[in-house]
């Protein structure tokens, strides 16, 4: 085992103070060699480099999603573009959308917060910044902060997001610096079309519009894509789907972002309430539907990976995907909160938690050998509510949101979100939320919850919606394949008849950061 260094904030500088020293202090990286600290079954289609860097990022890998954490440093309130989803005036805590943070950090302020939760939340494996503005229109506070991080905690993943507009000229600074996740936000291939969501950009000390802006944003893009795969830092690339707009085109970006190397398409729905102000929002663009979303992702994946389980995270947010923890963390609180980092707590907690998900990869495996052979031209959804660590454990009257996966004889396929009203309103009207909840899970065949009340369950069952409690506490993979083999065995027993259900029709919640 190695040796670790235990870190107190304290040591963390507040100004320029020499960091060298402390970086010394190399711990276990997420590399984790003798696959201590990952280990997880490399899919065939990943080299064991790549492999080594999205197994425990929370948005890279899927299934690391519920076992690994995330956080946000907001330290890049400046942008240099104007995208027509994006007002970053406003902040609400109940909301998720481009630019919106609650406090804005120093470079040495984020360094201490990220001790603090390095230390509070062992599985917390990746540290990004995505905003509130864009990352590398504020170059010296992002490089400086991750600077400050790899210096102090080095088993720490550096994730960047970016609009992509200054990416060529410090491609070579993100790579020395080890930053091995970039994100570039990329919603056309097209200026004609891009002039339809950027209305101008600031580009070497002037201002661009028309589609004069979106032709340099574009070039610059693609320019900045092409050098960060040439020197094998992994890209993602986000896209927002803009009914109307560039739905379609997100086809023809698919293709350029391939192949020019990157490695994961994010497609996520516009978010438009008018009440968040946008120039989307109050022309009355809608967001695409849950359906319309799966449609294009289901498109695009044919092509190359593609990430469905984008939680279109505040700039500021900490904890795992969909969950954010960071009121906890305000910086009044870190600055007197009795915290050390030790690196040896982290890797042991961070074996546990991958023993677990090795655990459940087998038990899935297993139970897939098994399915009946009438499973092969099946393939039905299931709504889960989870409150998270991977688990069916949420009661059907406090979920706000539902998993959904697609389950076949390959297995169980996250497919999506669906946001809905809370059913349980503490008894003023609970009837109202259901019939929004049903529509949101028409297209499932059943709904895994941990509990669930008479009334919801009779409904469900009417609507054909299977209301089940029977795998409560379980983890969701084995619980909706276990679902799945038995939902066969009705079939095969002729209690059931197998048939197509229709499109959800609920509107797939906001788009939030760059990320
Ligand atoms: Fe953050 Fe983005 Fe890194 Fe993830 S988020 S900088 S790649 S660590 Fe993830 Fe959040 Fe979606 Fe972004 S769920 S908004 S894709
Ligand atoms: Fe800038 Fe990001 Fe807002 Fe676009 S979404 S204007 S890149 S902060």
């Known amino acids: ?277 946008t120039v989307f929002g109050l022309r009355g663009l809608r967001g695409p539907s849950a359906q319309e979303l799966k449609a294009l992702q289901d498109e695009c994946e044919g092509e190359m990976n593609v990430m469905r389980h984008c939680r279109q995270c505040r700039a500021d947010a900490v904890g795992m995907l969909g969950e954010d923890r960071s009121a906890e963390f305000a910086t009044e609180k870190v600055e007197t909160m009795a915290v050390a980092y030790d690196a040896d707590v982290r890797r042991r907690y961070q074996q546990l938690v991958e023993r677990q998900r090795q655990n459940k990869l087998a038990e899935t495996q297993a139970q897939l050998e098994h399915l009946p052979s009438t499973a092969q031209d099946i393939r039905i959804q299931v709504a889960v509510a989870s409150k998270g660590d991977g688990k069916v454990n949420q009661h059907f009257g406090h979920a706000n949101e539902f998993q959904v996966y697609e389950v076949s004889a390959s297995g169980a396929k996250f497919i999506g979100h669906r946001r809905v009203d809370l059913y349980c309103q503490g008894g003023y009207d609970d009837e109202e939320a259901l019939p929004t909840i049903i529509r949101a899970l028409n297209d499932c065949h059943a709904v895994l919850v941990a509990k669930i009340g008479a009334c919801p369950k009779s409904e469900l069952a009417k609507a054909g919606i299977d209301p089940v409690e029977g795998h409560a506490f379980e983890f969701i993979e084995p ?24 499109d959800a029709q609920i509107r797939q919640g906001a788009y939030t950061s760059a990320a």
């Not at 619980?479 to 229709?502: D, T, W």
């Open 479 to 502: 619980a909706v394949i276990a679902y799945f083999s038995a939902y066969l065995q009705k079939i095969a027993a002729g209690e059931i008849v197998h048939a197509e259900r229709g």
């Open 1 to 277: 085992m190695q040796s670790s260094k235990v870190i107190r904030l304290h040591e963390i500088p507040s100004g320029n103070a020499e960091i060298a020293g402390i970086a010394s202090s190399q711990l276990c990286t997420s590399s984790g060699t003798g696959g201590n600290c990952g280990g997880g079954k490399r899919p065939d289609n990943l080299s064991p480099e790549v492999w080594d860097k999205v197994k425990n990022h929370p948005c890279y890998s899927e299934s690391a999603h519920h076992h690994f954490a995330r956080m946000h440093v907001a330290v890049a309130p400046a942008c240099n573009i104007q995208c027509n989803y994006c007002n970053r005036k406003y902040d609400c805590s109940n909301e998720s959308r481009p630019g919106v943070v609650s406090e804005r950090l120093t470079p040495e302020q984020a360094a201490k917060k990220v001790m603090a939760v390095a230390s509070r939340i062992p599985q917390m494996t990746v540290v990004g910044i995505a905003g509130p503005g864009d990352a590398l229109a504020n170059p010296e506070k992002t490089f400086r902060t991750f600077e400050l991080i790899s210096a102090f905690a080095p088993d720490i993943k550096l994730c960047l997001s970016t609009n992509g507009l200054l990416l060529p000229e410090y491609v070579d600074r993100i790579a020395t610096l080890t930053i091995e996740h970039v994100t570039i936000t990329i919603n056309m291939v097209d200026p004609e079309i891009g002039q339809h969501i950027y209305p101008w950009i600031f580009f070497q000390h002037r201002r661009w519009e028309g589609i004069e802006a979106s032709r340099i944003l574009h070039q610059q893009q693609m320019k900045g894509l092409e050098m960060l795969t040439e020197r094998g830092v992994l890209c993602k690339v986000n896209s927002v789907m803009i009914p109307g707009i560039n739905d379609r085109h997100l086809i023809e970006v698919n293709k350029a972002v391939k192949e020019r190397g990157a490695f994961l398409h994010n497609i996520m729905p516009l978010i438009s309430e008018p009440e968040h102000g």
